[in-house]
């Protein structure tokens, strides 16, 4: 026999096995090049945390992360600007 779970309760156990995404290191929007900051919004993709200059950005980055991130993680804009 198959008990329900209160949903609060299944909320709690599913972000319990959700990692911690990683902290956000870019200093350039993804996929604008925009300079980027603490204060500004930001995306999880994969496990890591990426600033954003604004939410479009977010939802391009989010519908096509290969597009604008190496396969590192790390963003195809930083290593074109160093």
Same mark, same amino acid.
């Given at each position: 026999m198959i008990?329900?779970? /209160?949903?609060?309760?299944?909320?709690?156990i599913a972000?319990?096995?959700q990692p911690t995404p990683k902290p956000a290191v870019n200093t350039l929007c993804p996929v604008?090049?925009? &300079?980027v900051g603490e204060n500004s919004k930001t995306v999880v993709i994969k496990g890591q945390?990426?600033?954003i200059? *604004? /939410? /479009? *950005?977010?939802a391009k980055l989010e519908k096509d992360p290969d597009k604008y991130l190496n396969p590192d993680g790390?963003? &195809? &804009?930083? &290593?074109?600007?160093?």
């Open positions: 008990l329900p779970i /209160p949903f609060a309760l299944f909320l709690a972000q319990e096995q604008m090049g925009s &300079k945390t990426y600033r200059c *604004c /939410p /479009p *950005c977010a790390t963003s &195809k &804009k930083e &290593k074109t600007e160093k």
